[in-house]
T-cell receptor, first 112, second 115 residues
Framework: GQQVMQIPQYQHVQEGEDFTTYCNSS?????IQWYKQRPGGHPVFLIQ?????EVKKQKRLTFQFGEAKKNSSLHITATQTTDVGTYFC????????????FGSGTRLSIRP | DSGVTQTPKHLITATGQRVTLRCSPR?????VYWYQQSLDQGLQFLIQ???????AKGNILERFSAQQFPDLHSELNLSSLELGDSALYFC??????????????FGAGSRLTVL
C-alpha cells in the first residue's frame, strides 16, 4: 500500500542550529502539505506545494517539493524554542485522491 | 480556536463498551475527516465524509463506524472497545474534500482511554 515516510523520526538540536526533515512517498503526489503539531496540541497547516521542484519560504522555514513529486523537505534555519513540535508531511491517497495520508512525522526538540 | 469543535475532550471507559465522539466542522466546510493518533504515533486516516456522503475509507476497523448528518456534524462510533483503541481521535474539516489538495483544519481532539 501507499506509504509516506519521514526521516529522521526524532531530532534534538541546540537552539540556533538548523533542522531538516525529509518526506518520501512510495507514489507520485499531485501536491504535498506540511503540518506542525505542538506538544499536547493538534496539527496545524503550514503550507502546500503543488509544482515539481517548487520552493516556498516562510520566514526561517524553507519547503521544497522534489522534481519527481515523490519527496519533499522542510528546513528550519536557526531554530528557536518555539519550533518545538512534530512536523508532518501529508499527501493525497493513491487509491482515493480525496483522502489525505500523513507521513510518520519528525519530532523536533531543542536545547535552550 | 480552529473553529472545529470536538466533544468530549477526554473519555475514560472500560473494555467492551461503546462510545461516540462528536465533531462540528468549521463554518462553511463540507468535508469531515477522522484520524487516530496513538501515543507518540502518526496520524492514521480512518474515514472521510463530504456533504453527508462517505467519500474515502482508510484502515478503519469494523467495530468503528461514522456518519455525517445533514447539519454537517459528524459522529465516530467505537464499539467493543479494546485496550489498543486508547488514542487521540482527531476530526478535521475542509471546504470541499473532493480532491487531495484540501487544506485540513483540525479540532483539539478527543482523548479516549480504555481500561
Amino acid at each position: 500500500g501507499q506509504q509516506v515516510m519521514q526521516i529522521p523520526q526524532y531530532q534534538h538540536v541546540q537552539e540556533g542550529e538548523d533542522f531538516t526533515t525529509y518526506c518520501n512517498s512510495s507514489t507520485t503526489l499531485s501536491n504535498i502539505q506540511w503540518y506542525k503539531q505542538r506538544p499536547g496540541g493538534h496539527p496545524v497547516f503550514l503550507i502546500q506545494l503543488v509544482k515539481s521542484g517548487e520552493v516556498k519560504k516562510q520566514k526561517r522555514l524553507t519547503f521544497q517539493f522534489g522534481e519527481a513529486k515523490k519527496n519533499s523537505s522542510l528546513h528550519i534555519t536557526a531554530t528557536q524554542t518555539t519550533d518545538v513540535g512534530t512536523y508532518f508531511c501529508a499527501g493525497p491517497g493513491y487509491s482515493s485522491a480525496s483522502k489525505i495520508i500523513f507521513g510518520s512525522g519528525t519530532r523536533l526538540s531543542i536545547r535552550p | 480556536d480552529s473553529g472545529v469543535t470536538q466533544t468530549p475532550k477526554h473519555l475514560i471507559t472500560a473494555t467492551g463498551q461503546r462510545v461516540t465522539l462528536r465533531c462540528s466542522p468549521r463554518s462553511g466546510d463540507l468535508s469531515v475527516y477522522w484520524y487516530q493518533q496513538s501515543l507518540d504515533q502518526g496520524l492514521q486516516f480512518l474515514i472521510q465524509y463530504y456533504n453527508g456522503e462517505e467519500r474515502a475509507k482508510g484502515n478503519i476497523l469494523e467495530r468503528f463506524s461514522a456518519q455525517q448528518f445533514p447539519d454537517l456534524h459528524s459522529e465516530l462510533n467505537l464499539s467493543s472497545l479494546e485496550l489498543g483503541d486508547s488514542a487521540l481521535y482527531f476530526c478535521a474539516s475542509s471546504k470541499t474534500g473532493l480532491s487531495g489538495a484540501n487544506v485540513l483544519t483540525f479540532g483539539a481532539g478527543s482523548r479516549l482511554t480504555v481500561l
